[in-house]
């Protein structure tokens, strides 16, 4: 079972014939029955179903390679966990993909062999039949024109699943641009003057700005700590802004994500879930233990849970709170207090489970944008974007945030209780493990699954670190 397809043709008389007459020609197989597309001639006899029937066709062919070596790509050692999946050759933007111009025609479709483990770049490139520049660019693949898969992902879960390649536009810069930028911004500054100069209130509001500025100016000893403070309030905004696209992605992420509620004989309480596979969902070892309460002996907490759990993937509103509920089974196997995670079991009830978001793991960012999908405070599901700080920065930031904020209530400031020692924070300020961001998501959010800018599942929101002020709690850091 080793051999592959195009080894086991060539045992058959009718078949070698064929190929010597057809010297020249490309030999394409096509599944009829079983597998349907293309087939990669280099694919194991083990990666086949029981009854699988092919068409064999040969095309004319412009390289005289093909003759010698009619094989495509894929030579390594064949594991039992094969997966196939299909690809349109010609998507929505009709790029050219494949190699061989027969091929790329509306409706032809691939079939991509691969094994488990594998990431959906690799299982493409080795396949041999696609373009070269996929190795180098940016893609992904998308299923019913709404799900996307990313290219780092696995193959695990693709089994027969069909999909097309989309490749991202890369913005190009000529020459002739940069040396046009010093009169492009001339020419901006001009349309901005006739703008606003249209507009006799903004220029009011422009007056009453720079009036402001200058009497804190005046009042203030310390000018660089009072320009520091506008810096960051407007840095603040730039780095908020969320491109279209990765809405539309985390609306679809969004869909998995469940809002967890319990009432355990009056111990009521809520927090955030997600699909890791199939009915089992992934929360916070935290909650669970919040669940059942505290001296409660651990083999009583499975038949604890699928009493009085509930989770729902559809509150968006009000309204849909107590909707299309699903139970959990009396099942508790997996989790650690450590690492902080627990899984579930969904019970199965005929209602459709969302996609489970295994598939999207990925290694978490030191830095850049992420986006947090949950239920903060037992509310409606929402999102938000957030900055990682980096390894080096963490110390900074838990001195920063827990420090007293200076201005004119400053002394107000100072009468709070500190809720925490250094101690506390140092379990997480060097640990590689844990990333760490300043979020809103507070209290509920617990088990919301953390996203970096592609998409990709890179943690679970667990925790953060407050200390009261006399004017309430206040958040220093949160982590994943």
């Not at 420090?403 to 100072?414: I, L, T, V």
Request: aromatic share 10%; with cysteine; hydrophobic share 30%.
């Amino acid at each position: 079972e080793g051999d592959s397809l195009y080894a086991a043709l060539n045992t058959l008389k009718a078949v070698e014939k064929e190929i010597k007459t057809q010297q020249g020609k490309e030999m394409l197989v096509l599944g009829t029955e079983g597998i349907e597309g293309y087939i990669n001639l280099g694919m194991p006899l083990s990666c086949f179903p029981e009854s699988c029937h092919v068409l064999i066709k040969f095309a004319q062919s412009r390289s005289r390679q093909k003759e010698r070596s009619p094989v495509f790509g894929r030579h390594d050692k064949v594991s039992p966990d094969c997966v196939k999946f299909y690809i349109h050759v010609i998507g929505k933007r009709k790029k050219r993909i494949v190699k061989s111009r027969h091929l790329h025609k509306e409706g032809c479709k691939l079939c991509v062999y691969a094994f488990k483990g594998e990431t959906i770049k690799d299982a493409v490139c080795k396949d041999g039949r696609f373009l070269s520049f996929l190795e180098k660019e940016d893609w992904r693949l998308i299923k019913n024109h709404d799900s996307i898969l990313e290219s780092t992902q696995t193959v695990d879960n693709l089994e027969g699943e069909l999909f097309e390649i989309e490749v991202e536009k890369r913005m190009g810069f000529g020459a002739g641009a940069s040396q046009n930028s010093e009169s492009e911004e001339r020419n901006t500054s001009v349309l901005r003057e006739e703008f606003v100069a249209q507009y006799p209130s903004l220029q009011r509001e422009s007056e009453k700005i720079r009036d402001n500025f200058k009497k804190k100016l005046e009042k203030k000893k310390n000018r660089a700590s009072l320009f520091k403070l506008h810096k960051v309030n407007f840095g603040k905004l730039t780095r908020n802004s969320t491109p279209v696209k990765m809405h539309k992605l985390l609306s679809h992420l969004s869909d998995s994500v469940g809002y967890l509620s319990w009432d355990n004989n009056g111990n009521r309480g809520s927090a955030t879930c997600f699909v890791l596979n199939e009915l089992f969902i992934l929360t916070c070892r935290h909650v669970v233990s919040d669940i059942v309460g505290k001296g409660i002996d651990p083999s009583r907490w499975a038949d604890i849970i699928g009493q009085c759990v509930r989770v729902t993937f559809s509150y968006e509103g009000p309204p849909e709170k107590e909707e299309n509920c699903f139970f959990i089974e009396p099942w508790f196997k997996v989790s650690d207090a450590t690492l902080d995670y627990a899984v579930l079991q969904l019970k199965a009830n005929g209602q459709r489970v969302p996609l489970g978001l295994y598939s999207r793991v990925a290694p978490a960012p030191s830095s850049g944008l992420i986006y947090i999908i949950g239920h903060p405070y037992g509310e409606a599901k929402s999102s938000d974007g957030c900055t990682v700080i980096p390894l080096e920065q963490r110390g900074e930031k838990f001195q920063e945030h827990s420090q007293p904020r200076g201005g004119e209530n400053s002394s107000h400031d100072m009468q709070y209780i500190h809720m925490y020692t250094q101690r506390s924070f140092q379990k997480i300020a060097y640990d590689p493990d844990v990333i760490t961001y300043d979020t809103s998501f507070y209290f509920g959010a617990s088990g919301s699954p953390v996203f970096d800018a592609k998409g990709s599942l890179v943690a679970m929101h667990t925790a953060g670190i407050t200390y009261n002020r006399q004017t309430g709690l206040s958040h220093i850091i949160e982590f994943g």
